[in-house]
Each structure stands twice: as C-alpha cells, then as structure tokens.
C-alpha cells in the first residue's frame, strides 16, 4: 500500500516499520510495554504490603454471588452472563436482563444450548472462549504481517494483558462480542465500504444500543443514504424482537427503556469504585470543586457538552481522516453513560489495532492541531490499555470481604482525557472547515456528499 493515513484512500505504506506496523504504534507497544513492567511492580507492593485487591480495583470483587457455588470457579461465575436467564425468546425478561435488548437473546441461544446439553459451566467455558477470540480478532489482524518473535510481545501488550480484555474476561459482558463489528466498522471508514459499515453497526447495535451513534460518523463523511438505513436497520433490530411478545411487546419495550435509564444512574459519581470511565465522571471532578450540584446535574451537563460537540463535528467534520471521526464516535458511544465500567474501554483494542497496522494522520489537510489530537488519542490509548493500578485514595478506600478495594489512577486519567480528545478533534474539525472555506471551496462542497 502506499499512502498515509492523512490520505483519503489507500492508507498505510509509508508509515509501516521493516517490522511491520507503523512508528507510532511501535511506540505505542514500547509505551505499553513499559508501563506493563511498572503495572506488575504497583501491584506486588500494594498486594504485600497494603492488602489492596489488585484484581478487584480494576473489576468487581470475585465473590459476586450470582450462581450457585458447584457451578462458578470458587466463588466466581462471571455475573454478566450467568445472570441472564430466560426459558424461550417470547419470555418476558426478568431481573437483570430488563436491562438488557431482547435482540442479544440471539446471541445467547448457542451457549444456553451448550449449556442444556453439557451443562453450566460447558456454556460458560464457551462464552468465555469465543469472547477472548472476538477481542484478540483486531490485534491479530494488526500483527499479520509482524515478525514472528515480536507478535507475541504486540498481542500481549495491545490485547492480552489490557484492562479491558481482563474485565471482560472477569465479568463475562456481551460487549465483548461487539469488538470485531466495531473493528469492521472503523475499517470499512477507512476504506471508504459504508454499506460494509452499516451492517457492522447493525449488528453491534443488537448487542449495545448505544453503538446507534455511530451512524454519526456515517453523517459526518456525508455517506446520506448509508446513514440512514444504518439508524433504521439498528432501531428494527432493537425493538423488532419486542414484538414476539404480542400484545405485550409494548409493556415489555417501556420496562426495558426505563430500567436502562434507571441504571444509569446507579452508581454515584463520587464513589471510587466500582472504577467508572464515564465522561460525566470527568466533568463532575473537574468541576466538583466549583459547582456543588448532585450528580444529575453533572450528567446533564456532560449529555449538553456532547451533543454540542456532535453538532459541531457532523457539520463540520468531512475532512477529518475516517479513522479519527470513528474513534470520536466511539468514545461517545461507550462513555457518555453514567457509570462506563472498565469493559466499555474495549473500543480502544480495535482503535489501537489500526494506528499500529496503519499509523494515524487526523486530517487530510495540515493544520496545527495534528500533533495533540494525536498526542491524546495516543494517551487515552496507553491509560485505557494499561492496567496499572496506583492508588489515588482521594475518598479514601473501600473495605470487601477483609480486602481493601482501592481506586486506580487510569479510569481518572483515560475519562478525562478521552473528554479533552472530544474537545481537539471538535476544534480540529472546524478549523479544517473553515480552510477549506478560505482556500476557495465553495460550501456546497464543502458540505457535500458522497453519491
């Protein structure tokens, strides 16, 4: 291939290594690398010397209770999945599944027939296997053409030993057979498929709503016509399967609704742990000092800061490079909730696959916002992998079955770096726009479309 990423099409040669993968990704892997060691050594001293729950601070305590115990690991059982019961797709959902779209019922039914036939822990073994498959798939990709004796050090560092793969594993969350769609999707914007991105957003929007916003992206790189069949294919695929309930489909959709946004507001923004990435967080600690408001306040804030900056990045943001405009979209379709759990930070494992397969240009045109907007996807990148743990203790410890589960450095950095990267990449799209006016382009295309 010969091209920067900073091009429309193709992308990738002039950045690649002899190594294979771009300069900057290299970087990124010895950044990883580094701080992997460090991470390794924070966790023996607060282990030993503090009784810090190292593996707690960075995911829920073990003993979570959900199952009974012959058929967990100890006194483990991976509670996003074994909570999910129902006895037919016409079932009413009960309990946590109320929470959850009846579309990733179809996703389920393969490891419930496991389950039937082989028992609990059969299915369980199962999804665990095809979720650490499904979060390894990006990376894999990117080391495709690495030399063999250094794929294991980048699938290591960019993947294995992430924060976000570990809690995925930990909890068992569906979120984690999003990430090959989500990959797909930003691959297809690079290479300029949308038809090919519109399935892929389909398809992650049955396991996570909120994977919806991506069709912004479509939007904002003028691709009309996939954009739309890209909300209408994930609002169909979200309530159609309400409708197998007959005449209670509508009982059942609302209960769903309301549960959703019930439990976006089930965890305090001021608590320490569970660690929570959200962007609300971000702005309530920023601000707390200042404003004494509840933490409603700050989350309406927070929703008014990101639709102002999706205004702002659709209407102006075409000649964005695709792989920044899907990155953007992606942090707000994973962190504009309440609480964002560690496991949200898995769009970060395809992002990284692609910076460190094709390098990372923001624009196609120069302009001297390049460098930071490049600098904090850089950094968000390396504090949502990293699972380095230092405690903060700015509320102070909490205290769990006799261990102490102590707040992490990471969620308070990545949330409010992920917010500034939102605020340069709006900024960066105006200032692309506002040259290209200059330069003598007419608005009409400037504000065009694709056929």
């Excluded at 605020?423 to 694709?450: C, F, K, Y």
Aim: glycine share 8%; aromatic share 10%; proline share 8%.
């Amino acid at each position: 291939m010969t091209g920067t990423l900073g091009a429309p099409a193709p992308v990738g040669g002039l950045d690649d290594t002899p190594e294979g993968g771009s300069r900057l990704g290299w970087n990124l892997i010895g950044t990883l690398t580094g701080l992997l060691g460090i991470a390794a050594l924070a966790a023996w001293i607060q282990s030993s010397y503090f009784r810090v729950d190292v593996t707690g601070s960075i995911s829920f305590y073990g003993a979570d209770g959900m199952c009974p115990p012959p058929d967990g690991l100890g006194v483990h059982c991976w509670s996003d999945y074994s909570a999910i019961r129902f006895n037919s797709l016409t079932a009413p959902p009960q309990n946590v599944e109320v929470m959850y779209p009846l579309s990733t019922r179809l996703i389920r039914i393969p490891f419930m027939i496991v389950e039937n036939t082989a028992g609990f822990q059969a299915g369980l073994t199962a999804f665990i296997i095809i979720s650490a498959l499904a979060v390894l798939a990006p990376t894999a990709w990117a080391v495709w053409r690495v030399q063999w004796p250094l794929k294991p050090v980048v699938l290591t560092a960019s993947c294995v030993v992430t924060m976000p793969f570990l809690v995925l594993l930990d909890r068992g969350n569906v979120i984690a057979l999003s990430v090959p769609f989500v990959f797909l999707f930003l691959l297809a914007l690079v290479r300029e498929r949308p038809w090919l991105a519109v399935a892929c957003m389909i398809v992650a929007s049955s396991i996570k709503p909120q994977f919806m916003v991506l069709g912004l992206a479509l939007v904002t790189l003028r691709y009309w016509r996939p954009a739309a069949v890209g909300f209408a294919g994930s609002g169909a695929v979200i309530v159609l399967p309400f409708l197998l309930m007959g005449d209670r489909w509508f009982s059942a959709l609302t209960t769903w609704r309301d549960e959703s946004l019930s439990w976006t507001g089930s965890q305090p923004l001021a608590g320490d742990w569970p660690p929570n990435l959200s962007l609300a967080k971000a702005v309530f600690e920023s601000l707390q000092s200042f404003v004494d408001q509840p933490d409603s306040y700050f989350v309406r804030l927070t929703m008014v800061f990101i639709i102002t900056l999706c205004v702002i990045i659709v209407s102006t943001g075409r000649h964005l490079h695709p792989l920044l405009v899907g990155t953007v979209f992606l942090v707000i379709a994973c962190l504009t909730l309440s609480p964002a759990y560690a496991y949200y930070a898995c769009f970060a494992i395809p992002v990284m696959a692609l910076v460190f397969r094709l390098g990372f240009t923001p624009s196609a045109l120069p302009s001297r916002w390049d460098r930071p907007i490049t600098a904090l996807l850089s950094a968000g990148l390396v504090v949502s992998l990293s699972p380095i743990l230092i405690s903060v203790g700015i509320h102070g410890p909490a205290q769990l079955d006799g261990q102490v589960i102590t707040s992490s450095l990471a969620p308070r950095l990545s949330s409010m770096i992920w917010m500034l990267f939102l605020l340069v990449a709006a900024t960066l799209s105006i200032v692309n726009w506002r040259s290209q006016l200059r330069a003598g382009s007419p608005v009409a295309e400037a504000l065009g479309g694709h056929p």
